[in-house]
């Protein structure tokens, strides 16, 4: 054995001397068995050339396992056989984005036409109706058709209305040859408004279809009437909550009031004097909030409060206006609940300040330059306010003013509507909160008199967002890539035409279709775009459409959720490697262009990093708000190869039971013909091949390339079955071979004997390339993760990784802070199930190329999976010395064995996540969780690089708890007060229409006493910041020494050859986590100061106005300005609130609506 040298005081090295100690060594190490004992100040010595040895070895055992057992020689041979026969071309990335903005501008062409056709058909409805005031009609109510009463009879506005499954429609239950209507809870769905209007609308029923034959790649049609009732195609039954209410009110929606009006400058001024108090100001805070849901991301809006002054809502948006997006309105939203009344109210001040904000807004170019408006929330208004108006708006009026008169109280119900008439807006008088979303959407019906007496029918797209009204939303959330749930609307105002009301402008509602833009992604194939290249859209104010690495969702306990600003996550934020915002900027404005950029990409949940230069090509979609990018990766989106083989020789290997296509990609259109919809793309390559289907409409570009690919991949399927038949034997622990090529197209091979091995691992392994393995197919949205990380390893050399199965990943997406769950923290049960379901799998792949005249391309992946003990094993048995080893020429512990207890042996990868260790609750595990000081010593020494990486899509708990003094619910005051409101609820009912049930729950104490949560436990969105880790393979081997107080670490790091594995051999008896604690990958939360935050929130980025503004008409009737508001008893109503009331106690911490 070899010993240890040290300075003076030390252990010495003379002749005699050393070989003395030699022999006591030994005899220690007979009487310790496999350990060694030393002194305090003893230093263990590991050989660096041993592990160098053990590192050469293990290289070539695994690279001679996964050659073997993936074939790829075998491969990448074939491939090389076909050079000089295929056709190597540059990828024109201009070319490119030109071509896929026109196929996109041709099918949203289709749709726009579908939605004046409907408009068309509407407005002449109309036109030829005769209102009649008793008119009895009985049509489809979507919550009632197929229902029968007790005696099995159908019921009122029911009957039978046949429902299909279909797969166009995500597989809803639909009727495509009818409509239906649905009819929000608060709304009387027999009423003569809403007869009549349905009764009109019938006429659209043949529009819907005769659209649908047209272009059968339409999916829902509506007509949203201003009345209330949403008359949709294809009709289903409509699902109410969980209360049996329906809240879904089509005049709710942005498509409906981007439609129905112009962009808009809204200044929001609300009375918090001490008048205002309890009820009145609960209304308030309810109208303020629902006039802010009526804002899209083409408004402007500011809050203003005043009593004896005047006070914004959030002191950093002082003087200016700020774009209405979901970030801005839901802040807004939660400054408004801290509201308190106080003081006097002085309107005069108010209003002064507003007009003046709207007034430099105009002269700065800044905000909407369309519709200003003030919107006046008030108990009464006593001073003299004349001269405001004079000095600031009067004669032009060029600014609206809407008055909303809360509370009971109409003494000053005259000065306030005057306010309104004279300054061409609107008055309403709101008693209760079940009067506040229909008087606030009267200001809607004002603002589109302009453009409906000049019979402007603009089109309207709306932001991307994702329609969680439909039955199977938590399904699709389940199922479906985030990025690929959103969608975007194109809609049409409707108006009458009917000459003796032109002057009143009066809007009959909005008709629209939805847009996934799943469907128009399609339209830029992946496999023109290269293994890591993607496309994607955004808006005129630069928010995200579609983009891979848009993440909508959160998980809050065992259900996702929409982030709360899911659909205004700006370009910037995703692409947040463009600085200096060129890219955002140059697309906002409509721009065709190209750059380049050095980006860090992110693969495994953001757990992996690498480092790509990325070519951006950009385009405007025409006649729409969108712009149009494509991403080209340099090395593997700049050729693309095609070869030619025959029909009849490519499609008996594409039929192989081993082989599989893209399912998701379009390699045939199956959603023309509704007979097409239930065929798998790879039946509809048959079927349009064998001419069985020829009117199908298939892409022959890709068809040439998966023929190409079935052929030259097809020996691997008789390579494989030799491999299973050799006499030899199957190596125990070899699960499954596959490949994957540039065209979807995939081989998978189970190896024989995996069958009860995979029925162990009863998850992972089988799920492993199947359909619901997402991460791992070809889809709309990536590559396979193994094809991805293979592309950027040399080709020929393998890349070994274990899949993360589990949900813990530096995003903080979800509810649980998962990155800091570490496996110490299960017990040994769940321990023992994790192992079992995660099958600890390793994957082992390589990329295959083909290079023509220097030009190269990744045609493909190949690999296999297998699982950990296989490398265990073989680990284990290299990694040990015998004990009749020579150690004469080795200075330090010989024989070497990772055995011994005082050694810790491990495989890291090159991200340092640990692939083998003695304890088996490491595997899978950031090795700088387990051992700091080694981490930070390979970090300093350069073999390992910590890249800085960033999440503008984070979610974040709330920092300390809730300071409400809320008073408890179960008081005997407050229990007193509990059944005297239900003694209201239920006897009652003209008290509960003029206080409303659900708004008393919420007014002030009472909402108090009901918020029981946490502030900290409500998840909130942020930015954060993460680190990622790099192995720098240039730097073969290290080894250091780690000072640790009374001891000293030492640890030898050494590469294995042709992988991106690393071996690491650790002195163990050294505990250094004291002087070193931790590394993780843990994100940390970016805080900002207050005037750093100040200054993002008010910050007005560059964004494209709307082409169209409609703010004013010489003709339009001001004199039409609101009135007193009457509340009539309705058994409706009654049910509506109560229901509300019941389901507001039951889930006391929610706001009632």
Known sequence: MGVRSRSAGGWGRGAGAGKGRRMISVSLWMICSSWLCWSANAQMKIPPETVQQWAVSYGKQILALSTKYSGSLLLQKKYKDIESTVKMEEVDGEELVKRFAEEMEGMLGRKMKSVKRLAEAAEDADLYHEFNATLQFDYYNSMT??????????????????????????????????????????VYNKDPNILNGVYMSEALNDVFLDNFQKDPTLTWQYFGSATGFFRLYPGIAWTPDENGVVTFDCRNRNWYIQAATSPKDIIIVVDISGSMKGLRLTIAKHTINTILDTLGENDFVNVIAYSDYVQYVEPCFKGTLVQADLDNREHFKLLVEEL?????????????????????????????????????????????????????????????????????????????KWIACNNKGYYTHISTLADVQENVMEYLHVLSRPMVINHDHDIIWTEAYMDSVLPNTEELFNTRAQSLLL???????????????????????????????????????????????????NTNNGYILSHPDLRPLYKEGKKLKPKPNYNSV??????????????????????????????RATVEKGRRVMFLKNDYFYTTINETPFSLGIVLTRGHGEFIFTGNVSIKEGLNDLMQPDVTIADEWTYCET??????????????????????????????????????????????????????????????????????????????????????????????????????????????????????????????????????????????????????????????????????????????????????????????????????????????????????????????????????????????????????????????????????????????????????LYDYQAMCKMGGHSTSSARPLLSPFYGMVAALKWFLTNFLLRFLLEFNICGFWHSDHLA?????????????????????????????????????????????????????????????????????????????????????????????????????????????NAKECGGASHIYPSVSLFLTCLTASLACLKASALVCR
């Open 1008 to 1116: 108090e006493a009901s918020a029981q949560r946490k502030k900290a436990d409500i998840l909130q969105p942020c930015d954060t910041e993460y680190p990622s880790f790099v192995y720098e393979p240039s730097i073969k081997e290290t080894n250091s020494l780690i000072k640790c107080g009374r001891c000293q670490k030492m640890f030898v790091t050494q590469a294995v050859p042709d992988s991106n594995l690393l071996i690491l051999v650790v002195q163990a008896d050294c505990d250094c986590s004291r002087q070193y604690p931790p590394i993780t990958m843990n994100p940390k939360e970016v805080k900002y100061n207050a005037s750093v935050k100040c200054d993002r929130m008010k910050s007005q980025k560059v964004r494209r106005r709307p082409e169209s503004c409609h703010a004013y008409h010489p003709h339009e």
């Open 671 to 948: 959603d023309i013909d509704p007979h097409h919809r239930k065929l798998t793309q790879h039946q509809a390559v048959f079927r349009y091949l064998t001419g069985k289907e020829p009117d199908l409409e298939c892409d022959e570009k890709l068809l040439r390339q998966t023929l190409f690919d079935a052929v030259v991949t097809a020996p691997m399927e008789a390579y494989w079955t030799a491999v299973m038949l050799d006499s030899s034997g199957m190596e125990e622990g070899v699960e499954t071979a596959f490949l994957g090529t540039r065209s979807g197209l995939m081989r998978v091979t189970r190896y024989v004997g995996s069958e009860k091995r995979v029925a162990k691992r009863k998850v992972f392994s089988k799920k492993f390339l199947s359909p619901s393995d997402k991460e791992n197919i070809f889809t709309l949205d990536h590559f396979p993760l193994w094809y991805r990380r293979a592309a950027e390893y040399p080709a020929g050399k393998f890349l070994y990784y274990i899949p993360k199965e589990d949900t813990r990943d530096v995003f903080r997406d979800y509810e649980e802070d998962y990155s800091s769950t570490s496996p110490e923290d299960l017990d040994q049960q769940d321990q023992e199930e994790l192992d079992e379901v995660s099958g600890k799998m390793v994957i082992s792949t390589t990329a295959v190329t083909v290079t023509v005249e220097k030009k190269t391309a990744v045609a493909g992946a190949i690999g296999i999976q297998m699982t950990l003990d296989l490398l265990e094993t073989r680990f284990w048995a290299t990694a040990k010395q015998p004990n009749d080893t020579d150690c004469s020429n080795t200075e330090g512990i010989c024989p070497l064995t990772c055995e011994a207890m005082d050694l810790a042996c491990y495989i890291i990868d090159n991200n340092a996540f640990i692939i083998i260790s003695k304890e088996r609750n490491d595997v899978g595990r950031f090795f700088g969780e387990v051992d700091g000081s080694v981490m930070a010593q390979l970090i300093r020494m350069g073999m390992f690089k910590r890249v800085s």
């Open 487 to 537: 969608m975007t609307t194109v809609a049409m105002p409707v108006f009458s035409k009917k000459k003796e009301t032109l002057s009143h402008g009066i809007l009959l509602g909005v008709v629209g279709t939805d847009v996934p833009l799943k469907e128009l992604m399609r339209l830029a194939p992946r496999y023109k775009l290269g293994v890591h290249g993607y496309a994607f859209l």
């Open 145 to 186: 058709i197929n229902s029968v009463d007790e005696e099995g009879n159908p019921v009122e506005l029911g009957g039978e209305f046949p429902l299909e499954e279909n797969e166009h429609f995500n597989k809803l239950a639909v009727n495509t040859q009818q409509s239906d209507i649905q009819v929000p809870t608060n």
């Open 340 to 416: 308190q009344v106080k003081g006097e109210g002085k309107v005069k001040k108010a209003m002064k300040e507003s007009f003046k904000i709207l007034n430099e807004a105009a002269a700065r170019g800044q905000g909407s330059l369309c519709n200003q408006a003030i919107m006046l929330i008030t108990d009464g208004a006593m001073e003299d306010y004349e001269d405001v108006f004079q000095e600031f708006n009067w004669p032009e009026r060029r600014v609206r003013v809407f008055t909303y008169l809360i509370g009971r109280e109409v003494t000053f119900a005259q000065n306030v």
């Open 570 to 599: 700006d370009l910037s934020e995703v692409e947040w490697e463009d600085d200096d915002e060129k890219l955002r900027t140059a697309m906002v404005k409509g721009e065709t262009g190209s750059m380049s950029l050095d980006v």
